[in-house]
């Protein structure tokens, strides 16, 4: 069985009782669960005072054992304040050596990205310990695909998507729309070309998801892609205001604007149901009659 490493670099846990049970259940299974004591650390909004969450995540440049999945409590605010103090050169090299299964979204993308622009390491989009692992009723498809993962050198993630047939390769990376927005400018939004770029946000109306987007466009990074696929958009309702213009009015829209496929519906981000992707892993994307497929490789994965 795996160990799981657990890190608290954003925001405190405000559901303790689903971080415990998200540690009881993986403890059940037959893991073992170490650093459990950033669960209940608290420090304002944060999970702890800035040298305490640092520290999480510059200890994992000598964290020993092997199989170890370093995962998240939670995300919500703080990791960008960490981000000048990591020691990126140090996690590289680990990463290189002997690599860690970095899992988490949210909050954690902007950590993921800073990996994989200063170090091209690899890290996966998926599910974190008290939203997860700690729901009332652990979702079968997450369990399933986060294995999938993190066990299978090669995997692909299938769902009905929309958007024009299309069949693109590149270096898959991504995560949350926010967090990637607030890296432009910065050393950690990593310069992929030729990519396919995938987002997901929470609790953003339409109009701010479509914003982000255009900032993207409008800063030159979403034409160098081969193709972007979004994920979920939970809380995006419209309101009345808003008369028709909702999430796939937006859709239509930016699909006006891009010169590369854009393609939706996938199962990804801040939902009880959601895929595992691996982040600056090689990807290929198929669509074609509403199937779309991901196939991807060159990731760590777990050893026997």
């Known amino acids: 069985m795996s160990q799981f490493h657990l890190i608290a670099p954003s925001g405190y846990c405000i559901n303790q009782s689903a971080a415990?049970?998200?540690?009881?259940?993986?403890?059940?299974?037959?893991?073992?669960?170490?650093?459990?004591?950033?669960?209940?650390?608290?420090?304002?909004?944060?999970?702890?005072?800035?040298?305490?969450?640092?520290?999480?995540?510059?200890?994992?440049?000598?964290?020993?054992?092997?199989?170890?999945?370093?995962?998240?409590?939670?995300?919500?605010?703080?990791?960008?304040?960490?981000?000048?103090?990591?020691?990126?050169?140090?996690?590289?090299?680990?990463?290189?050596?002997?690599?860690?299964?970095?899992?988490?979204?949210?909050?954690?993308?902007?950590?993921?990205?800073?990996?994989?622009?200063?170090g091209n390491v690899v890290t996966f989009s998926g599910p974190m310990l008290a939203g997860n692992f700690g729901a009332e009723t652990l979702n079968d498809f997450t369990e399933r695909h986060f294995w999938l993962a993190l066990k299978n050198p090669t995997y692909s993630v299938e769902?009905?998507?929309?958007?024009?047939?299309?069949e693109a390769e590149g270096t898959l990376w991504g995560g949350n729309l926010a967090m990637i927005v607030s890296l432009i400018g910065t050393p950690w939004l990593p310069e992929i070309r030729d990519g396919i770029l995938v987002l997901e946000d929470i609790n953003e109306h339409p109009f701010r998801v479509e914003r982000m987007l255009l900032q993207l466009l409008h800063a030159g990074i979403l034409s160098r892609?081969?193709?972007i696929v979004l994920g979920s958009f939970t809380g995006a309702a419209p309101n009345d205001y808003d008369a028709g213009y909702d999430l796939n009015a937006m859709y239509?829209?930016?699909?006006?604007?891009?010169?590369?496929?854009?393609?939706?519906?996938?199962?990804?981000?801040?939902?009880?149901?959601?895929?595992?992707?691996?982040?600056?892993?090689?990807?290929?994307?198929?669509?074609?009659?509403?199937?779309?497929?991901?196939?991807?490789?060159?990731?760590?994965?777990?050893?026997?």
């Open 20 to 118: 415990l049970r998200g540690v009881s259940r993986l403890e059940e299974a037959g893991h073992q669960v170490a650093h459990q004591q950033v669960i209940a650390r608290r420090d304002r909004r944060f999970a702890g005072s800035e040298s305490e969450r640092l520290s999480d995540l510059n200890g994992l440049v000598t964290l020993a054992g092997k199989n170890q999945i370093v995962m998240p409590v939670r995300g919500g605010y703080g990791a960008s304040r960490l981000l000048e103090r990591i020691d990126w050169q140090g996690l590289i090299a680990r990463q290189q050596r002997d690599p860690l299964l970095i899992c988490g979204h949210s909050d954690f993308t902007v950590i993921q990205m800073g990996l994989l622009a200063l």
């Open 159 to 166: 769902w009905q998507g929309n958007g024009p047939a299309c």
């Open 225 to 227: 892609q081969r193709a």
């Open 252 to 304: 239509d829209y930016l699909r006006s604007r891009l010169p590369i496929p854009l393609i939706t519906g996938l199962d990804f981000g801040h939902e009880q149901h959601t895929v595992t992707l691996a982040l600056g892993a090689q990807a290929e994307l198929t669509h074609a009659s509403g199937h779309s497929m991901l196939t991807l490789s060159g990731h760590p994965v777990l050893s026997e």
